[in-house]
Every structure is written in structure tokens, then in C-alpha cells.
């Protein structure tokens, strides 16, 4: 068996896992949207980053890293965020397994391909932060869209997450704030007008 090609097949089967599982959502949201979203907001946050603030990030490479951030889920699927986050017994066991996961997802390419993907995952510091600050502001846009169908099922999901990307130490993603996201709450006439 070509476990190569179970890698690749395995990860287009994040189009089958959806996220916010205990929300009742008026749009659902697969792994495979939420992954593509967050790599062009990390790619944006980078590009902000090399061409505004003296930055040395590889946008290409972090835009790949965020295609895979999740790849875990396809043996976990989403875990709700209140249920993660609950103690940190809990936060240390999920991130174990989703290790494990990832571990069990490379082990299907040969090592030569592996180690691409690895460094895909071998994020520094300053790498994290962009690659989670893209990743909350892609919850953030969902739940602020979600609100937009009056689904009060979100309301609180979008004050925490407002608040998280307000307290992050982010500068690139302060500036997108300010000066690209307004773009996102317009209507598709405001936006090509």
C-alpha cells in the first residue's frame, strides 16, 4: 500500500470534519476552509511583517505551515475550545495526542518527504505567534460573519475571541486590524465599488 498517497487522500478528507461543533452555525465551516483561511491570513500577516517592519519571515513557508496546522484533527477532529481549554490536564493530554496524530500523518511519507513537512511544523517563536494570531483572527471572522445572520450562538465566542486578538502582541496583525479588516464587514457591492 502507497502510504504516500494515504497522506494526501487523508488530508483532503478535511473537507469532511467541521468545526464549532457545539454551535449551531448558520454557515458550516469545514477543517479543510478554516486551513486555506488561515494560511492566507498568515501569509498576509508575514507579507505586513517583511515589507512594514523589518521582518525576516519566509511568507511562502509560513503559508504552507498554516495549511497544515491542523492536520491533526483529521484523527481528533475539532475539539471545542471551552472543552480544550478546561484544565490543564486536559489542554497537556490533547496536545499530546495531537502530536501522536501528527506523528501518525507523517509517518506515511518516506523520509526524504517527511522532512519537509517537519519543518513545516518546526515553528519558532516568533513563527508560532503569527501562524496563532492568523488562526484566532480566522475564528474572530467567523464568529463576526455569524453574528451578521443574527446567530446569537456566537456572541459570546466573538467577544473572547476580540478580546484575545486585542491582547495579542502581534504588531502585524494590529495593523491589519486597522487598516484591512474593516474590508471584511462590507457587503460585496462596498467591496468592489
Known amino acids: ?13 478535511m473537507s469532511y470534519i467541521h468545526r464549532w461543533g457545539l ?36 511568507p511562502e513557508r509560513l503559508a504552507a505551515a498554516a ?5 491533526s484533527e483529521i ?7 471551552p472543552v480544550k481549554y478546561y484544565n490543564s490536564s486536559i ?3 490533547y496536545k499530546t495526542l495531537e502530536r501522536k496524530a501528527e506523528d501518525k500523518l507523517l509517518s506515511m511519507q ?5 522532512t519537509y513537512y517537519q519543518e513545516l511544523l518546526a515553528l519558532n517563536e516568533e513563527e508560532k ?14 464568529c463576526k460573519k455569524e453574528r451578521s445572520y443574527n446567530n446569537r450562538d456566537f456572541a459570546a465566542a466573538e ?13 502585524e496583525l494590529h495593523i491589519f486590524m486597522e487598516e484591512y479588516f474593516p474590508a471584511f464587514l462590507q457587503n460585496l457591492d462596498e467591496i468592489v465599488l
Open 129 to 142: 505567534r503569527i501562524l496563532k494570531s492568523a488562526d484566532k483572527l480566522a475564528a474572530y471572522l467567523k
Open 1 to 13: 500500500m502507497n502510504t504516500t498517497g494515504s497522506f494526501y487522500a487523508l488530508l483532503f478528507r
Open 75 to 81: 484523527y481528533t477532529g475539532d475539539l471545542p475550545t
Open 23 to 58: 454551535m449551531d452555525c448558520a454557515k458550516k465551516e469545514t477543517l479543510l476552509e478554516h486551513s486555506m483561511q488561515v494560511s492566507i491570513l498568515t501569509h498576509a500577516l508575514t507579507i505586513i511583517g517583511v515589507t512594514r517592519l523589518e521582518k525576516t519571515y519566509s
Open 67 to 71: 495549511l497544515y496546522h491542523d492536520m
Open 91 to 93: 489542554t497537556e493530554a
Open 159 to 171: 467577544e473572547a475571541t476580540k478580546k484575545a486578538l486585542e491582547n495579542t502582541m502581534c504588531e
Open 110 to 114: 518516506d523520509e526524504k518527504t517527511r
